[in-house]
């Protein structure tokens, strides 16, 4: 896997792609930035900061204000790889909020995403 090239996506071009899995599946971009919010520790005005700064996804999460303690509990496969044993650390956090919009376009009640 060439990290460098994940390192290197627009947090900003992707966001939309969330909000569009999200949605088609009856889910809100409210409940996308809730995921993101509790992950990241972002709010909304630093989430759109982000956003507009166009950032790639190594800055966006440098620069999260606190990754969630819980966030280990996330488990499960997400493009091909278990994201709990992801080595490097980026990618796992990235991994992580793949994870979390997968479960929420599928329907997974927002208490069992959030790791309540």
């Given at each position: 896997?060439?990290?460098?090239?994940?390192?290197?996506?627009?947090?900003?071009?992707?966001?939309?792609?969330?909000?569009?899995?999200?949605?088609?599946?009856?889910?809100?971009?409210?409940?996308?930035?809730?995921?993101?919010?509790w992950l990241t520790g972002y709010n909304e005005k630093s989430l759109q900061e982000q956003i507009?700064?166009?950032?790639?996804?190594?800055?966006?999460?440098?620069?999260?204000?606190?990754?969630?303690?819980?966030?280990?509990?996330?488990?499960?496969?997400?493009?091909?790889?278990?994201?709990?044993?992801?080595?490097?650390?980026?990618?796992?956090?990235?991994?992580?909020?793949?994870?979390?919009?997968?479960?929420?376009?599928?329907?997974?009640?927002?208490?069992?995403?959030?790791?309540?």
């Amino acid at each position: 896997m060439n990290n460098n090239r994940i390192y290197r996506l627009l947090f900003s071009s992707i966001y939309p792609l969330y909000i569009q899995k999200a949605v088609k599946k009856g889910r809100t971009k409210e409940e996308v930035d809730t995921v993101i919010f509790w992950l990241t520790g972002y709010n909304e005005k630093s989430l759109q900061e982000q956003i507009d700064r166009k950032t790639d996804f190594e800055t966006f999460f440098a620069e999260a204000p606190l990754l969630h303690p819980n966030a280990s509990k996330i488990t499960g496969v997400i493009c091909g790889y278990r994201v709990e044993t992801i080595e490097d650390p980026l990618v796992q956090k990235i991994r992580y909020l793949d994870k979390l919009i997968d479960e929420l376009a599928k329907g997974k009640a927002m208490e069992k995403i959030l790791r309540q």
